[in-house]
């Protein structure tokens, strides 16, 4: 199931979120900076992608449907954003072989909000996962914000977890997007067309999952031909350990260390040592952080939580 942000055209979850933004822009009170912050998976670069084209469509045919949020198929600048090609579009995102978004990335978005566009509609300049900025690459950012380009608005896309840098933050219009478990049980619902409890065993899910990862994880099991209804949380974090599926797989590392956390939470609720348990997660959480840091082979940390936590 394709989730990617510029091909939703239903928006689940953030209809209040679009509404209040909508309001400012009918208003003529938007600011020209707005910063989309909270936990990845939620829907927050799709509510972008949803919020632009009610602007740039609101003279085309098949405008923007804004009572029923939705983005009509044969809506030309659906289509033009879609394939990242609209001439009042630019976006900026981790590039797949990089670390950071990285100065240059920067300075071409200086360079075509330097020109001259040949209508008067807005522009706008989306940069996902600002998290992944260089403190270059920050730096050069805060000086076009500062001073922007007239009819030129800025959204940034944050997840949370990450830290950004306050300078950065405190010129934007935050708003912090969130789900009740609840709320994300019923979009991925929504999304699957189906009840994820008959998909997944409960055991594999928890209250700060997003609809995102929810439908990720779904994604996965059926490239691997797998039933998550036969995993519990322990078995299926030995799935994963054992075949070494995180080697060369960023997303199911990152998924593998969310199901450790997960583990973490489940056994502080039950242990009578918390202390020792605190340690043994702050110890795990400081040497995967290293790991990624300095490019180091995780194998031997996972084999260690294996063989001393998960089946000791």
Do not use: W
Request: with cysteine; proline share 2%.
């Amino acid at each position: 199931m394709n989730l990617k942000p510029s091909e939703n055209i239903n928006l689940y979850g953030m209809n209040n979120f679009f509404n209040e933004i909508k309001k400012l822009y009918d208003e003529k009170k938007m600011p020209n900076k707005i910063l989309l912050s909270g936990k990845k998976g939620l829907g927050k670069s799709t509510l972008a992608y949803h919020i632009i084209n009610y602007i740039l469509s609101s003279n085309e045919e098949y405008k923007y449907d804004s009572l029923n949020f939705l983005i009509n198929n044969e809506n030309k600048s659906f289509r033009l954003l879609k394939n990242n090609s609209h001439p009042n579009f630019y976006l900026i995102d981790l590039l797949n072989d990089k670390k950071n978004i990285d100065v240059s990335q920067i300075r071409k978005m200086i360079s075509y909000t330097n020109k001259s566009t040949f209508n008067n509609m807005a522009r706008f300049i989306l940069i996902d996962n600002i998290e992944n900025l260089n403190k270059s690459s920050v730096n050069a950012l805060l000086k076009i914000i500062e001073e922007p380009n007239e009819n030129i608005f800025f959204i940034l896309v944050n997840n949370s977890e990450k830290f950004i840098l306050p300078t950065l933050k405190s010129r934007c219009l935050t708003f912090k997007i969130n789900l009740t478990f609840n709320q994300s049980i019923h979009v991925s619902n929504q999304i699957l067309n189906d009840d994820i409890f008959q998909l997944i065993n409960p055991d594999l899910i928890s209250y700060y999952n997003s609809p995102g990862e929810i439908i990720d994880l779904i994604n996965f099991s059926k490239d691997k031909d797998i039933n998550l209804r036969d995993y519990t949380l322990v078995n299926f974090i030995n799935f994963l350990i054992d075949n070494a599926l995180y080697k060369k797989d960023k997303f199911v590392k990152n998924m593998l260390i969310n199901f450790i956390e997960l583990f973490f939470l489940k056994e502080y609720k039950l242990t009578n040592i918390k202390k020792t348990l605190l340690s043994l997660y702050y110890n795990f959480n400081r040497r995967i952080h290293n790991t990624e840091k300095f490019n180091l082979d995780e194998e031997s940390l996972f084999l260690e939580f294996k063989s001393k936590l998960l089946n000791g």
